[in-house]
């Protein structure tokens, strides 16, 4: 099919049979789903092709449902059915990128239309009963997903899913027991307090690595065995451990008198090699013991390589030398020096007949394996080669330093063919993909990172380590890493989903700011990626990306006709945006440090700013220059904020105070003392006769403007308050902490109505939509989140998803009750660059979570705060 045909077959014939909705009224779908469920039938085609049973269908949802159904309504569903049974949305996979733009195409027309959205719910419902509309339902829940339409506590008993991706979709407290999924991408999918019985989830993608936890110290190397149902790992506990990949459990512990420094499997998979101390081990995997222990070095060794046939194996160290050993005698075959310092890695070639090695020296340096001879040395890095690999056709020669750089050598020609630049500390590890197509590398800067090896571009940056990556290593299929590192861990990460999920829109660094436009449909967020990003706030998709800032964005804020966005930036400027183009209008030069915080007037002809190069800023729009400039500080200027109406300006200080300023003449009006650390954020009240400000002493105060007097402490937050902000009509402030959470309080009570939970660190910015539905926030885990506030309140653990399998299994109530303190991610949309998954509180019985390598993935739900009821039942029981 030609892209014109596949576009037209989007935009036109799928537009068209969902438009068959529009004449009916959205009510009839649950309820024919209803009837269809109640009389078991199968093939519903069938079942409202018969006369007989379309007008038993209507007779029925009149008289019982008391709606009143056009005789033709039913037959139009029935023929929607028909035509979409035969179309390419119930046979291919729409969520691939071959269809993205005819997608965005289907999305902007459908987006708006609640019963074409009733529609395809219809389709997603009807999974659970005919198996022929399957790749149809899947389809449409994807596009529910995609549209960010509330999916949150609802039923999806026995839906059938399959061959798309659901990245992202918000299930929070859903009922999805009996669904089966297959092949289904579930990265980034909120869980959280989900029913999940007897669920059959296999060949799963997820973009989140699997953690393996078992070492007590860093994680010097991580390998693959070639059948890949092993993992090898070595520590510096004295430890090396052989995990099942499939259970991510220890298969077993090989355990050492001194700390491991390299682990390697034998081509075969019988034997493991390992050096701890000055000792070289070759260990039977059968019998479970060591059958060599090779002695000639007279230092630390660093690094083990079996041959490809497995006959030799080499290992270097910090004796500046490589040895070479007959596997079967254990015996020295031969020494290879050359090196003037530590030898830390050495690779084999493919064919067997070169052996490389990188070293302290800062060289590389290529062997005959045959004569033992130097065959070349290669020059070029600056400091310390940690790591060499050769590609898997013996090509090339990748090598990491310590000068933060990989470099490609041409093996034939010896000479440099790329270096690749983008980590921040030194290079660990590197490792060809077993296609030659892609490079991983680990580093100090503790991310890892993605490269593709014939346009030497980083294809993707894998975080999620805490400390330093020392290993990475591809599975022999290609489609998994693993990687081992200071903070204890080995991890898998799913590299095919990986790879997706790098063009995933959001910000890549912590989001500072949060600024919702004055017409309510757009949300501005500025971050230390350096960029500012507008949102759709209904579909939470992408509209435009702000690039000029050389620096962390650290303030947004919209003018009051919503055409202009400035944005104050850690670069020392002030940026205005033209919101229609996205284009820059002008830049605000005149601060000497970073600019901490922005805000116009409320009639947009003044532009207030605060430094941290101490001083407050006035600046005329309409000019672009600064018409005033406040030197009265002797430390940052963290907030600013105009009154309602304009006459007043307000700021927080690093010095404690809050200053109230007249526009006007310029002069300091009132100081506010109170708080006994730097007050962070500050907003006025919408009737502009209270102050709300946040501080590092972890309390938020509100102040009389009338008298300058302090009339409220609230205390909740065990962190220092980051922002503040009053709801449109007053009655509601929000504040966000780096205690993780967002608090909401009565303004007139002063007591604090609830608590919203999901960050996974502290949370710099909080707004509020102009309808005062909703809050966004901006948090240092890069992400933005959207609250539902008229929902918070009424989640609370005890409601119906707990209650079925609590009370049918007579489990004790103190689980669920623990979950009034977990950290349950409820927001409405998440917004970053890699979702993670959320399963706390998940209730799971006798399910099946199987990714696409067969890994279970019940233990990472477990991790992650879900509750398996099966073992609760044993525990009672017992």
């Known amino acids: 099919m030609t892209r014109m045909n596949c576009k037209k077959e989007w935009d036109e014939d799928l537009y068209t049979i969902l438009a068959f909705s529009q004449a009916i009224d959205e009510a009839v779908f649950p309820i024919l789903i209803r009837i269809l469920k109640r009389e078991k039938i199968e093939d519903c085609l069938e079942f409202l092709s018969q006369d007989r049973n379309l007008e038993q269908v209507e007779q029925e949802i009149q008289k019982e449902y008391m709606l009143n159904v056009e005789k033709n309504h039913i037959k139009q569903i029935k023929d929607a059915l028909k035509k979409i049974k035969d179309h390419e949305f119930n046979e291919l996979n729409y969520s691939i990128n071959k269809y993205e733009e005819n997608k965005q195409n289907l999305i902007a027309k459908i987006s708006q239309d609640k019963k074409i959205i009733e529609f395809l719910k219809f389709f997603v419902y009807l999974t659970a009963l005919d198996e022929r509309y399957i790749q149809c339902g899947s389809n449409s829940l994807h596009l529910l997903v995609q549209m960010k339409i509330d999916l949150r506590e609802q039923s999806f008993e026995n839906i059938r899913i399959k061959n798309t991706t659901l990245q992202g979709a918000n299930f929070l407290r859903c009922d999805l027991s009996g669904t089966k999924f297959e092949n289904v991408n579930i990265s980034g999918l909120n869980l959280n307090e989900t029913k999940l019985v007897n669920c059959k989830w296999r060949n799963l993608g997820i973009n989140e690595e699997i953690k393996l936890y078992g070492h007590g110290n860093k994680v010097n190397q991580v390998i693959f065995s070639s059948n890949w149902r092993q993992l090898a790992s070595c520590s510096d506990d004295k430890s090396i451990r052989l995990w099942d990949i499939k259970t991510g459990k220890i298969s077993f512990v090989i355990q050492e008198k001194r700390q491991v420094e390299s682990v390697c499997f034998s081509p075969q998979e019988t034997m493991i090699a390992s050096c701890s101390g000055t000792f070289v081990f070759i260990w039977n995997l059968k019998i479970r013991k060591h059958i060599h222990k090779l002695k000639d070095h007279s230092d630390l060794v660093r690094s083990v390589c079996f041959s490809p046939d497995g006959a030799a194996l080499a290992s270097c160290g910090y004796d500046k030398s490589i040895r070479l050993w007959d596997v079967k005698t254990g015996q020295q075959k031969v020494k290879l020096d050359g090196h003037s310092s530590s030898v830390n890695s050495i690779c084999y070639s493919p064919d067997g007949t070169t052996l490389a090695s990188g070293s302290d020296d800062n060289s590389i340096r290529l062997w005959d394996f045959k004569t033992g001879q130097q065959k070349a040395k290669l020059n070029g890095h600056s400091s310390n080669v940690s790591s060499v690999c050769f590609s898997p056709d013996g090509t090339t020669l990748a090598s990491g330093s310590y000068d933060k750089s990989i470099r490609l050598w041409d093996v034939k020609t010896r000479q440099q063919k790329a270096k690749l630049n983008g980590h921040s500390k030194l290079v660990n590890s590197v490792c060809f993909s077993p296609d030659g197509t892609k490079l991983a590398s680990g580093s100090g800067d503790s991310t890892i990172r993605l490269w593709d090896v014939q346009t030497r571009q980083q294809k993707a940056k894998l975080d999620g380590h805490i400390s330093e990556v020392l290993s990475v290593c591809f599975s022999p299929e290609g489609t998994t890493l693993t990687s081992g590192g200071s903070d204890k861990s080995i991890r898998l990460w799913d590299i095919k989903i990986g790879q997706q999920n790098a063009k995933f829109d959001g910000h890549s660094n912590w989001v500072n700011s949060v600024c919702f436009s004055p017409d309510g449909t757009t949300l501005a967020s500025g971050s230390y990626d350096n960029s500012i990003r507008l949102w759709n706030f209904k579909t939470g998709q992408q509209k435009a990306k702000l690039d000029g800032h050389s620096n962390h964005v650290i303030s947004v804020c919209y003018s009051p006709d919503g055409t202009t966005i400035a944005s104050g930036s850690q670069d020392n400027s002030i940026c205005l945006w033209d919101v229609k183009t996205g284009q820059q209008k002008a830049k605000l030069d005149g601060h000497t440090s970073g600019v901490l915080s922005v805000c116009f007037s409320p009639d947009g002809t003044a532009l207030a700013s605060g430094s941290s190069d101490n001083s407050l800023r006035l600046w005329d729009i309409k000019k672009g220059q600064q018409s005033a400039k406040l030197d009265v500080y002797l430390n940052w200027v963290n907030s600013v904020c105009f009154s309602p109406d304009g006459t007043t ?53 509100l102040w009389d403007l009338k008298t300058g007097q302090q009339i409220a402490k609230l205390d909740g937050h065990s962190n220092h308050v980051k922002s503040v902000c009053f709801s449109p009509n007053g009655i509601v402030l929000a504040s966000g902490g780096s205690d993780n959470f967002i608090c909401l309080w009565d303004v007139k009570t002063r007591q604090q109505k609830t608590k919203l939970d999901g960050h996974t660190n502290g949370i710099l910015s909080v707004c509020f939509s102009l309808d005062g539905t909703t809050l966004a926030s901006g948090s240092s885990d890069n992400s933005i989140r959207l609250w539902d506030l008229e929902k918070s309140e009424g989640i609370l653990p005890q409601d119906h998803c ?34 993670i998954l959320e399963v706390k509180g998940a209730l799971i019985l006798k399910g099946e979570f199987v990714n696409f390598q067969g890994v279970d993935l019940l233990y990472l739900f477990k991790s992650k705060g879900s509750l398996n009821l099966e073992n609760k039942i044993l525990q009672k029981k017992s």
Do not use: E, M
């Open 649 to 701: 300006l307000a700021s927080g200080s690093y010095d404690k105070s809050i200053r109230l300023w007249d526009v006007k003449t310029v002069q300091q009006k009132a100081k506010l003392d109170g708080h006994s650390n730097w007050v962070n954020s500050i907003c006025f009240s919408p009737d502009g006769t209270t102050l709300a400000s946040g501080s590092y002493d972890k309390s938020i105060r």
């Open 802 to 835: 707990y209650q079925d399998p609590l009370f049918q299994f007579k489990i004790p109530l103190q689980s669920p009750s623990n979950l009034q303190h977990a950290n349950i991610d409820r927001t409405i949309i998440r917004i970053c660059q890699n979702p």
